[in-house]
């Protein structure tokens, strides 16, 4: 049996998220602690009294997400659980990159929180706000979103930012020429298009001035060799070279999440068992609509452990 672990991106966040481990089990409480620590700041308050909206902002979702992942991580592996020993991959959903990699122990759990705050500040300063926007766009193939992006180009940036499997892909650019994306692709027969409540167009071009604010980041940080590889979002390839990885997650920032083709390359290299370690069920629900001999498990609440461990101890 071939597992992988994987690990959620922005868009699982949810106030209360973590609170659960942290009540449950002391190694969770450590990891928020850590956090807080990393960052100066009372994160897991925000995480689990909210406001939604403070929660919401790029610069804690991503810290938050990560925590959260890293907590049942502990848990797990204060169960008994050896990551070497029982799991061939890892991969995470953009910022679940760095999840992924703390995980496998390139990162140390205070670098990952302070190099995804740096993340989140440099990717919500990189555009103006308005001047950049994200839409989904339901039920046309890569090829047809692809097409729908160049002809929008004339108004600016617009690429393919996600592509999430189950006919789901997301488009970032300039908002005009996004804008003008989401109407052709309606007008070729999309589902649905819409327009994401974002505050800046993630995983494009426009997001060059944050991919160069990680590579310094990223260049002073130490790296230590990974337990297991890492499949990494722009590349679909397993990955252990710790400065290799840290390139690819500088070309991250502007470049697209191909968690479709992710979810395939497992399929098809001896992987059938996923566990979406951390928030929400996102990936699960994904890898059930990319490969349904997939079988998809998420991981987040005391209960969830308690089931995964059983299967995995």
Not at 17 to 41: C, K, N, S, T, Y
Not at 48 to 67: F, R, S, V
Not at 115 to 144: H, S, T, W
Not at 268 to 296: F, H, M, P, Q, W
């Amino acid at each position: 049996m071939g597992i992988a672990f994987t690990f959620p991106g922005q868009g699982s966040q949810a106030v209360g998220m973590g609170r659960d481990l942290a009540d449950a089990f002391p190694e969770a409480r450590d990891v928020f602690h850590e956090v807080d620590d990393a960052l100066e700041q009372k994160l897991s308050s925000i995480m689990w009294e909210g406001p939604e909206d403070e929660l919401t902002l790029t610069a804690n979702a991503q810290p938050a997400l990560m925590a959260v992942s890293i907590a049942a991580m502990r848990v797990m592996e204060k169960g008994g659980l050896s990551l070497k020993d029982k799991v061939s991959y890892v991969a995470g959903h953009s910022l679940g990159e760095y999840s992924a990699l703390c995980a496998a122990g390139m990162f140390s759990l205070a670098d990952t929180a302070r190099l995804l705050r740096i993340r989140g500040n440099a990717m919500q300063a990189a555009v103006p706000v308005g001047e950049g926007a994200m839409a989904a766009i339901i039920g046309l193939e890569a090829a047809d979103v692809e097409e729908i992006c160049k002809a929008a180009a004339g108004s600016g940036v617009c690429q393919i930012a996600n592509d999430n499997g189950g006919g789901q892909l997301v488009i970032s650019g300039a908002k005009a020429a996004v804008e003008q994306a989401a109407a052709f692709a309606t007008e070729k027969g999309a589902k649905r298009a819409i327009m994401l409540p974002v505050s800046a167009p993630f995983h494009s071009a426009l997001m060059k001035p944050a991919a160069d604010a990680m590579r310094e980041a990223l260049a002073d940080v130490k790296k230590n060799a990974l337990i297991v590889p890492v499949v990494a979002n722009v590349t679909v390839s397993p990955l252990s070279d710790p400065e290799e990885i840290a390139e690819r997650l500088v070309e991250q920032v502007t470049g697209r999440v191909r968690w479709r083709e992710t979810v395939g390359w497992f399929g098809e290299n001896g992987v059938d068992t996923l566990y979406e370690i951390g928030s929400g069920k996102v990936l699960s629900g994904l890898a059930r609509r990319i490969n349904r001999d997939l079988k998809a498990v998420p991981v987040n609440t005391p209960a969830d452990i308690e089931t995964a461990m059983a299967a995995l101890v």
